[in-house]
């Protein structure tokens, strides 16, 4: 009798786990970038992208792997 594959959990504490209801559109700035209001959009997308584990895609924290 064929033996089945083991179940995986996904680790969704890791940074390049995406969750099924995650998409482009999942995240919604308000205000929208503009030029005067900069400060403001900045703080909405880095308070977005921390509560979705994605903040360190852009503030230099997450390692990059080695090209090997």
Do not use: C
């Not at 559109?25 to 308070?47: D, E, F, Q, V």
């Amino acid at each position: 009798m064929p033996r089945a594959a083991p179940v995986v959990q996904p680790d969704t504490n890791s940074m390049l786990y995406i969750h099924p209801s995650e998409g482009p559109n999942s995240i919604s700035i308000i205000p929208k970038l503009t030029g005067p209001n900069y400060l403001a959009w900045s703080r909405s997308m880095k308070r977005e992208l921390g509560a979705k584990n994605k903040l360190p895609f852009i503030d230099g924290s997450m390692e990059i792997p080695d090209s090997d």
